[in-house]
Structures are given as C-alpha cells and as structure tokens.
Antibody
Framework: EVQLVQSGAEVKKPGESLRISCKGFGYSFTSYWIGWVRQLPGKGLEWMGT????????RYSPSFQGQVTISADKSISTVYVQWSSLKASDTAMYYC??????????????WGQGTLVTVSS | QSVLTQPPSVSAAPGQKVTISCSGSSSNIGDNYVSWYQQLPGTAPKLLIY???KRPSGIPDRFSGSKSGTSATLGITGLQTGDEADYYCGTWNNSLSTFVFGTGTKVTVL
C-alpha cells in the first residue's frame, strides 16, 4: 500500500530553523516526483515546489523560491522541506504529495497526512 | 493570489447537481491537463479527476470533469451530505513553471 507519512507537528519561535519530512512507503520512491503544498489557516492550497528523488532535480514555485529548501534522501525514501529562519507567517499546514504515475498531465494521487507548523513567540 | 479562479461557494439540495468552474489562461489551463481535488474538513486533499476528465480507481462516476479552452468544470451529481467539502482545480502553469491550484470552492449540501 502506497503511503506518505509526514513528521509530527512543530511549534517554533520566529527566527528558528526547521526541517519537516515526508517518508514514502509501498512504491519505488525514486520513480515519482514529490511536491510540497502549503495551506495557511482557513485558506486554500499553494504549491511550494517539487523534487525528483532519483537525482534531486528540484523546482520551486516563484513565491517560495529562496524562502524554503526542498531536499531528498533516497537512501531512506524521505523528502524534506526546511526553513532557515521561520516567520509567524509560515504558520500553516504543510502537505507532501506524490505525482500521479499514470497521468499525462501533472496531478497528485497520494498525499501525506499533513504537518502543522506553528511559529509564535 | 491564484491564477486559477473558482467561485467561493456553491450549494444544492441532496440528490441535485452542482458544477464548479475553474477559469485560467492560455499559459495554464489552455495548454495543460487539469486535475480536481476534494478536501474534507480537517483532512488532506484527495484526487478526484486527472487529465481533465479521468477518475482514479475508487472515485464514483457522480464526479465528472471537463475542459474547454481556458476553463474547466467539475460536476457532482446525486449530491450527498458527505460531499460537503472544499474543491480545488489544479494545473501546470507554463509561464510560472510551477503547478498552480485554484482559489477553491466550498460545496454546501442544503
């Protein structure tokens, strides 16, 4: 069974660094793009960027370029998103999602359960 | 703000039909496939439609998708209380070189 399992909720202070993770189970991890999606409280979905774990080819949404770093460790089937200096405005739910392997276009068929990040002084 | 525009909300009685529009441009919907996602309260999004009109295994045929030009539409027939959720369209945007989601539509079953 395909699963994406994300790390647990985090509470951090402004200026602190953070890395959250998404571990894939039940499929060939290096064969599928994994993306990160942000959802601010009470708001819609925002695509942050995506990575191909086989070679760590990474693409960022312009809104998130320079704000976060997406990485992967294929040896442990895990992708990450990290912040070097958090802001209160980074408070959100973050989802990872796998690109659908059977579609011609870009869609995401499996999603992680979400990681809630709270940044507050 | 998103480059894909959806109505904030739609509603209908149980058993009725609703349609949700997703309006874009030639650099996104006009040149790429559209997918649709359902997000039930407090849960992760779920893929409903991919490649404009295809349903993943397990998605009932009450859900349908279509695309024409720079717009796409999600249809839900035989509306059920369990369909109350937020729905998002999504597609690749060539000019931004990134995937983009629509603004989202809340479906209410009256």
């Amino acid at each position: 069974e395909v699963q994406l399992v994300q790390s647990g909720a985090e509470v951090k202070k402004p200026g602190e660094s953070l890395r959250i993770s998404c571990k894939g189970f039940g499929y060939s991890f290096t064969s599928y793009w994994i993306g990160w999606v942000r959802q601010l409280p009470g708001k819609g979905l925002e695509w942050m960027g995506t990575i191909y774990p086989a070679d760590s080819d990474t693409r960022y949404s312009p809104s998130f370029q320079g704000q976060v770093t997406i990485s992967a460790d294929k040896s442990i089937s895990t992708v990450y998103v990290q912040w070097s200096s958090l802001k209160a405005s980074d408070t959100a739910m973050y989802y990872c999602a796998r690109r659908t392997g059977y579609s011609s276009g870009w869609s995401s068929d499996y999603w992680g359960q979400g990681t809630l990040v709270t940044v507050s002084s | 703000q998103s480059v894909l525009t959806q109505p904030p909300s739609v509603s209908a009685a149980p058993g009725q039909k609703v349609t949700i529009s997703c309006s874009g441009s030639s650099s996104n919907i006009g040149d790429n496939y559209v997918s649709w996602y359902q997000q039930l309260p407090g849960t992760a999004p779920k893929l409903l439609i991919y490649d404009n009109n295809k349903r993943p295994s397990g998605i009932p045929d009450r859900f349908s998708g279509s695309k024409s030009g720079t717009s796409a539409t999600l249809g839900i027939t035989g509306l059920q209380t369990g369909d109350e959720a937020d729905y998002y369209c999504g597609t690749w945007n060539n000019s931004l070189s990134t995937f983009v989601f629509g603004t989202g539509t809340k479906v209410t079953v009256l």
